[in-house]
């Protein structure tokens, strides 16, 4: 072997000896998965030729390819994930990791990954190694999927987001971090509605409100009908999210605040705030909004 073709192997193979890529015994995680060391090796594996370039060697999110990523890949380390389908603040199943490495996160360099049933599950089980704190202790529990309740708002659509921008407007105060998309007198109006009048307006009404977050950095809530929406699409999808809340993120799980059929209706209504998104319609909304006396 000439010495081009050492010095080309030579960082291949010092990556391949890194600690953490020979794991010799299996490890128990929470909810009481116990998994082997040749499946921990093959999703460190897979993780060195998927993940590493964003995520880092240490699942830190400081890859060599994270400089200025907004937002920056995700941090393992801290055990937190965002967009599971359990209560924000538990243990995400490995289904929503599946989810997530599968079909990507729109709007962000987390693509989606077409990598065999085996090595999705490897380096699902890997990636928990980056929080021992979290994952290995098997008397720790996961979180339980948030359950869907009926919707009465099917073939019944547009009632439910005539309804669902009250909600979001009046009981769930969604445009303390989201944009607002109401007039003011619609605003006025509800508050009376629901006892708690309306004396001013923020300023900022119609803006999102960058929020703080458990990642080390600030969080920037969608503007509905500008920003795509990270992990929902449909109305379904919406309900769900919105139910579960995104950990860490200041987003919480609204499943059991507002009724459910709140739930339903606020769903309807962002889905169609998301179904403007560049269209005239969304020029011809805030033309009205930032044109008011």
């Given at each position: 072997m000439n010495l081009k073709k050492i010095s080309y192997l030579l960082?291949?193979?010092?990556?391949?000896c890194e600690?953490?890529?020979?794991?010799?015994?299996?490890?128990?995680?929470?909810?009481?998965?116990?998994?082997?060391?040749?499946?921990?090796?093959?999703?460190y594996t897979t993780y060195q030729e998927y993940c590493v370039q964003c995520h880092g060697v240490k699942g830190d999110g400081a890859g060599v390819s994270s400089k200025?990523?907004?937002?920056?890949?995700?941090?393992?380390?801290?055990?937190?994930?965002?967009?599971?389908?359990?209560?924000?603040?538990?243990?995400?199943?490995?289904?929503?990791?599946?989810?997530?490495?599968?079909?990507?996160?729109?709007?962000t360099a987390m693509l989606k990954w077409d990598i065999?049933?085996?090595?999705?599950?490897?380096?699902?089980?890997y990636i928990k190694t980056f929080a021992p704190a979290a994952w290995e202790d098997p008397s720790k529990t996961l979180g339980e999927p948030t359950a869907?309740?009926?919707?009465?708002?099917?073939?019944?659509?547009?009632?439910?987001?005539?309804?669902?921008?009250?909600?979001?407007?009046?009981?769930?105060?969604?445009?303390?971090?989201?944009?607002?998309?109401?007039?003011?007198?619609?605003?006025?109006?509800?508050g009376k509605k629901y006892n708690s009048p309306v004396t001013e307006f923020e300023p900022n009404l119609y803006q999102v409100k960058l929020q703080d977050s458990d990642y080390g950095y600030k969080a920037l809530p969608p503007d509905f009908t500008?920003?795509?929406?990270?992990?929902?699409?449909?109305?379904?999808?919406?309900?769900?999210?919105?139910?579960?809340g995104i950990n860490g993120s200041g987003m919480p799980a609204w499943k059991g605040v507002l009724e459910d059929d709140q739930l339903w209706a606020v769903s309807y209504y962002v889905k169609s705030l998301i179904d403007i998104r560049n269209t005239p319609d969304r020029e011809v909304l805030f033309?009205?909004?930032?044109?008011?006396?």
């Open positions: 960082p291949l193979l010092l990556l391949a600690e953490g890529g020979h794991f010799r015994e299996s490890k128990t995680f929470a909810g009481g998965k116990v998994v082997t060391a040749d499946t921990l090796n093959l999703g200025g990523m907004f937002p920056p890949p995700r941090n393992f380390t801290l055990g937190l994930y965002k967009f599971g389908t359990v209560p924000s603040g538990d243990l995400p199943r490995d289904e929503d990791f599946y989810r997530i490495i599968r079909h990507g996160l729109n709007g065999s049933d085996k090595r999705l599950d490897a380096v699902t089980q869907f309740s009926p919707n009465p708002y099917e073939g019944k659509e547009a009632e439910g987001i005539a309804y669902g921008k009250e909600v979001y407007h009046a009981v769930a105060n969604c445009q303390s971090c989201h944009s607002g998309y109401a007039t003011k007198a619609e605003l006025t109006q509800w500008w920003h795509p929406v990270r992990s929902a699409y449909k109305v379904d999808e919406l309900y769900l999210r919105i139910g579960s033309s009205q909004l930032n044109n008011q006396k």
